[in-house]
C-alpha cells in the first residue's frame, strides 16, 4: 500500500500553529513540513524552504499565505509542476485577494479571462 502525502505549510504564526493543531506537523530528523516565517526571517530562508518542499517526494500540497507568496512570486511563477500542488492562502491579518493568486490568474487565462 501507497503512503499518502504531506501538507507543508509556509505562513506566519497563527497559520502554521493552527495547521500543526490540525494534526499536519510531520518532522524527521532531515527536518519538517513547515516554516514559520516572523518579520526577521531572511527571504532566502523562505526562497530555500519552498524549494525543498517542492522538490520533496513525500509533500503533495504547498500551502503558503498570501503575503509571503508575494515575496518569492518571482520563484512561483516559474514552478510548473501539478505536484506538489501549491496553494495560497489567506492569514488573519492579510485578507485573500485572488488578482494575486497565479493559480487564479491561470483559470482566468483558460477560462478566456486573459492573464493579469
Known amino acids: 500500500m501507497e503512503a499518502g502525502k ?6 506566519d504564526e497563527d497559520t502554521v500553529t ?4 490540525a494534526g499536519v506537523g ?3 530528523a532531515h527536518g519538517s513540513n513547515f516554516l514559520i516565517v516572523k518579520q526577521d526571517t531572511p ?10 518542499f517542492s522538490t520533496r517526494d513525500d509533500v503533495g500540497i504547498i500551502l503558503i499565505n498570501q503575503h ?9 511563477k516559474d514552478y510548473n ?4 500542488t501549491v496553494l495560497e492562502i489567506p492569514s488573519k491579518e492579510h485578507p485573500y ?13 483558460y477560462l478566456g479571462g486573459g492573464g493579469t
Do not use: K, W
Open 26 to 28: 510531520h518532522r524527521t
Open 43 to 52: 527571504l532566502q530562508q523562505v526562497e530555500e524552504a519552498f524549494q525543498s
Open 18 to 21: 493552527g495547521f500543526l493543531l
Open 81 to 84: 509542476e501539478t505536484i506538489p
Open 6 to 11: 504531506l501538507v507543508a505549510v509556509i505562513g
Open 97 to 109: 485577494d485572488p488578482e494575486q493568486d497565479y493559480i487564479m490568474q491561470r483559470v482566468n487565462m
Open 68 to 76: 509571503i507568496a508575494s515575496d518569492i512570486r518571482h520563484i512561483l
